[in-house]
């Protein structure tokens, strides 16, 4: 590991000052990501600016819910109000790492985790997200977990959160400060994909904090699941993933919230089959439909080319049972 310098951060304003004024800083939340990327030295930074301090609230504003960057994902997981209306993100949750990995991870931080990609943390591959203009491996490589959605020729690795899956479905918005002042960015708009610099994977700008994350009102969303399809039953990432919120009127869709994990570098909105279903009713052969429609313009690469009817079933399956049609 490089060595570093240390400072814990007492408020905001404290942790901008400190990070920069220290030469190659980075903010520190649970450090369940970035101290891994530490070990490996795929990370190295000179400095580490301790957030965990901050704020830890999980409070009601405006009928939605206001969360503190520094809230551990277990508090968020079982906070009473996610689990009665934002029940696919305590699900999320729940499925996304073992309980002494979620005691310590913040949620600022799981928005945050990097790619766990095996070709970038193998320094012996080519990978332009660590080392950019390098190549990627991955491409004629074992790539059965990576990305059938927004990838480039620059790189296809997947984002691994389970957590950002449903709250890209819940319209989160991501608050956060810098020198230049605070600001608010939709959590969809958070992540890049990779394009030709897969290196530059968010829009913050140098030293910017996230300070919150704000989950805007929506009623519906009370009927809502998601579901992670993985290699295996106990903690692994997801082949695919899908949260998913639907209200139903006299047959018919009236509103539906999707997204996808595992599929994409970022987490995946399903802006195209949401369009598609609404209005529509509520019968797997619609749900059908939307899904083919998202999944139009997905490549396969050797390795994983079965993710696209996998993730269109797993839609279907999560719709009909929302809907009350799962036979």
Request: with cysteine.
């Amino acid at each position: 590991m490089t060595p570093f310098t240390y400072a814990r951060a007492d408020n905001v304003p404290d942790a901008l000052r400190l990070a920069g004024t220290m030469e190659g800083a980075k903010y520190l939340g649970g450090g369940t990501n970035l101290v891994d990327l530490m070990r490996e030295t795929v990370e190295r930074p000179r400095a580490l600016v301790d957030v965990s301090a901050l704020s830890t609230g999980i409070e009601e504003k405006d009928g939605g819910l206001f969360i503190g960057a520094a809230a551990k994902n277990t508090a968020l997981a079982g906070n009473r109000i996610v689990r009665q209306r934002y029940p696919m993100l305590a699900r999320a949750i729940l499925a996304g790492a073992s309980a002494q990995i979620r005691n310590m991870a913040t949620v600022g931080g799981n928005i945050l985790q990097r790619t766990r990609c095996t070709y970038f943390y193998d320094h012996a591959a080519r990978c332009n997200k660590r080392a950019p203009g390098a190549g990627c491996d991955a491409i004629d490589g074992f790539n059965r977990m990576h990305a059938i959605l927004g990838a480039s020729p620059a790189c296809v690795a997947t984002h691994p959160s389970d957590m950002c899956v449903a709250l890209v479905a819940l319209d989160a918005i991501v608050h956060t400060d810098c020198s230049e002042g605070p600001r608010s960015i939709p959590l969809a708009d958070l992540h890049r994909l990779p394009g030709g610099s897969p290196d530059v994977e968010t829009s913050l700008k140098p030293h910017e904090l996230i300070t919150a994350v704000e989950l805007p009102a929506l009623p519906f969303a009370a009927r809502s699941t998601y579901r992670k399809v993985r290699d295996r039953a106990s903690y692994a990432f997801a082949l695919v993933s899908v949260a998913a919120a639907l209200v139903t009127v006299d047959g018919k869709v009236r509103d539906v919230r999707l997204a996808l994990g595992g599929v994409a570098p970022k987490p995946w909105r399903a802006w195209k089959a949401e369009s598609v279903l609404r209005g529509q009713p509520a019968t797997e052969e619609s749900f059908r439909a939307a899904a083919e429609a998202e999944l139009a313009d997905a490549v396969g690469l050797r390795d994983n080319g079965f993710k696209m009817e996998l993730a269109t079933r797993t839609i279907v399956s999560v719709l009909s049972e929302l809907a009350g049609t799962h036979t």
